[in-house]
Nanobody, 115 residues
Framework: QVQLVESGGGLVQAGGSLRLSCVAS????????MGWYRQAPGKQRELVAT???????NYADSVKGRFTISRGNAMNTVYLQMNSLKPEDTAVYYC?????????WGQGTLVTVSS
């Protein structure tokens, strides 16, 4: 089992920036990839960005060019740098760790972008 703790959410004006962080603990040696998902009110959870242990990244079209995902050197952390934020980026952002035994999720951190 892997435990995930997110931080860095908050309220920001449109055009601003935020950086989310997520730290994994537990069986971190089983992690293959980490990523970020988000869920806006009344909508389904959607992928934002993922990064594998090998360095491959994947982004949702809606955030390409604005968000950057990165992994820490110890491979048990993942960051999401969010620039040029838009009101439609408002959501609860969840950290995800994909392991040999399935997906693990953090509790989520709220990002609110005001217009």
């Amino acid at each position: 089992q892997v435990q995930l703790v997110e931080s860095g959410g908050g309220l920001v004006q449109a055009g601003g920036s935020l950086r989310l962080s997520c730290v994994a603990s537990g069986r971190i040696f089983t992690i293959n990839a980490m990523g970020w998902y988000r869920q806006a009110p009344g909508k389904q959870r959607e992928l934002v960005a993922t990064a594998t242990n090998g360095g491959s990244t994947n982004y949702a079209d809606s955030v390409k060019g604005r968000f950057t995902i990165s992994r820490g050197n110890a491979m048990n952390t993942v960051y999401l740098q969010m620039n040029s934020l838009k009101p439609e980026d408002t959501a609860v952002y969840y950290c995800n760790a994909d392991t040999d035994r399935g997906s693990n999720w953090g509790q989520g951190t709220l990002v609110t972008v005001s217009s």
